[in-house]
């Protein structure tokens, strides 16, 4: 059996994109943002806002590309549509070796880290990110319909302490002055420029990023080509107005200074500040299951990576990876390889930590800004073969989309070891051609 059900709906899909988009990003990335912004909060709030917007015009002209192919793994398609086979293998091949892989295994590191925050576990945070990670590749295995069950209700349950701290941080912040002063004062504790708005804006991509993954379910869609552009559009427009009132909701409650000395426990602190200790830790379990909710939601798209390339009998053994398990409607040899992948990511990623490399690979970045190169092909390719649109769609929005992208791509340009990564990249890539004719001649599973 090798046929995925249609199995879900409008809400699963929107909850995906709010889901995998606010999870861990706008928790941890917060300090980063502002570090990178000279300690400015006008800079900071600037780049969140480039960010968000470069996020909806990209996801708007996404959702033009969407409502006229429904196959099997959306940007996938679009990429195979657009410039042929060999290329849209190249991008599932990226997405199944690297971009999903990685994201998972930054997202299990996250979870892990405010986990062994909660729990007073020191030395727990690696043990607890390989358990969720272990746990939630089960879950979507034995359970995919649970699994989307669970990605709506994390969503729901995420934007609690986020619509808290939003309201009551701002209307403290309005009150005492903080808000006020966090504009016209920069943190004192950042000796230079940060790195920069690009800088910035890389760093809010993190944050901002995964909206795309919603279209791996293209295949598991009731009526995929209303559905789906739909969710693209409301859910991106979403996340961009929870993360603006968010972050100013922070700067009502603590200072830029304080901010960037509270680190990635920043939002802890404003929750416990809010709303005392008691219920700054039941709070905190939200935020725990709001980067639960988002792990979740990359696993569900590294579990179909494989899936994608194989069902195009292409890659070595599709026979063996386009298999679904006919008791559960899942993916099976796909999704063990998301497994392997995934470890194998959270691996590199603790050997930042541990000085491995001599350097920092931020894989929580520098996939994504690689990602825009794909999507600065497929605006070309919209604005030149997309004839029966208006002139927004068809010429201005991929324009802005693409100018966003190479923004965030010069950021990333700037990171440490960005050659490093782009030559493992290219091997990755290369190997994944070498491969690519590999057994299409075999039986059909």
């Known amino acids: 059996?090798?046929?995925?059900?249609?199995?879900?709906?409008?809400?699963?899909?929107?909850?995906?994109?709010?889901?995998?988009?606010?999870?861990?990003?706008?928790?941890?990335?917060?300090?980063?943002?502002?570090?990178?912004?000279?300690?400015?909060?006008?800079?900071?709030?600037?780049?969140?806002?480039?960010?968000?917007?470069?996020?909806?015009?990209?996801?708007?002209?996404?959702?033009?590309i969407a409502t006229r192919i429904e196959r099997i793994n959306g940007v996938v398609d679009y990429f195979e549509q657009a410039y042929g086979t060999n290329a849209g293998y190249l991008v599932a091949w990226f997405m199944t070796f690297i971009y999903y892989p990685t994201l998972v295994a930054v997202l299990a590191w996250v979870s892990g880290n405010y986990t062994a925050a909660l729990l007073g576990l020191e030395n727990g945070v690696w043990p607890i990110a390989a358990v969720y990670l272990t746990g939630f590749f089960l879950l979507n295995y034995f359970s995919p319909v649970l699994a989307g069950r669970w990605q709506v209700t994390a969503t729901v349950i995420k934007l609690i302490p986020l619509a808290l701290v939003a309201v009551v941080g701002t209307v403290a912040g309005m009150g005492s002055g903080m808000t006020v002063q966090n504009f016209t004062q920069a943190a004192q504790t950042v000796s230079d420029s940060?790195?920069?708005?690009?800088?910035?804006?890389?760093?809010?991509?993190?944050?901002?990023?995964?909206?795309?993954i919603a279209t791996v379910i293209n295949a598991e869609l009731r009526n995929a080509k209303s559905t789906l552009p739909r969710a693209l559009v409301v859910g991106t427009i979403a996340v961009v107005i929870i993360y603006m009132t968010y972050y100013l909701g922070i700067s009502g409650v603590l200072s830029n200074d304080q901010v960037l000395a509270e680190g990635d426990g920043a939002p802890v602190q404003v929750i416990a500040l809010i709303f005392s200790k008691v219920s700054g830790t039941l709070l905190t379990v939200f935020v725990i299951i709001s980067c639960l909710g988002t792990l979740n939601g990359l696993i569900m798209?590294?579990?179909?990576?494989?899936?994608?390339?194989?069902?195009?009998?292409?890659?070595?053994?599709?026979?063996?990876f386009k298999r679904v398990n006919p008791a559960y409607n899942s993916t099976t040899s796909s999704a063990l390889l998301g497994f392997v992948l995934s470890m194998f990511w959270?691996?590199?990623?603790?050997?930042?930590?541990?000085?491995?490399?001599?350097?920092?690979?931020?894989?929580?970045?520098?996939?994504?800004?690689?990602?825009?190169?794909?999507?600065?092909?497929?605006?070309i390719w919209v604005a030149r073969t997309f004839t029966d649109l208006g002139a927004f769609s068809r010429r201005v929005c991929p324009v802005l989309a693409g100018a966003g992208s190479v923004y965030i791509i010069w950021g990333a340009v700037q990171k440490d070891m960005f050659l490093h990564f782009l030559v493992l990249s290219a091997l990755i890539l290369g190997a994944g051609y070498a491969l690519k004719g590999g057994n299409r001649n075999r039986r059909r599973a």
Do not use: Q
């Not at 292409?314 to 026979?319: I, N, S």
């Open 346 to 379: 959270l691996l590199v990623w603790y050997g930042n930590f541990k000085g491995w490399w001599g350097g920092f690979m931020d894989i929580s970045e520098l996939p994504i800004a690689f990602l825009y190169v794909i999507y600065i092909s497929l605006y």
């Open 301 to 320: 798209g590294s579990a179909r990576g494989m899936f994608s390339i194989a069902s195009r009998n292409l890659g070595p053994r599709p026979d063996v």
């Open 1 to 64: 059996m090798d046929n995925l059900h249609k199995k879900y709906g409008f809400w699963t899909a929107t909850a995906m994109v709010v889901g995998i988009v606010i999870g861990s990003g706008v928790f941890f990335k917060a300090d980063d943002v502002l570090k990178a912004s000279g300690g400015s909060l006008t800079t900071a709030l600037t780049a969140w806002l480039i960010g968000g917007a470069i996020m909806i015009v990209t996801a708007y002209v996404f959702a033009n």
């Open 194 to 212: 940060g790195g920069g708005l690009a800088v910035a804006t890389l760093s809010t991509a993190f944050a901002y990023e995964g909206w795309i």
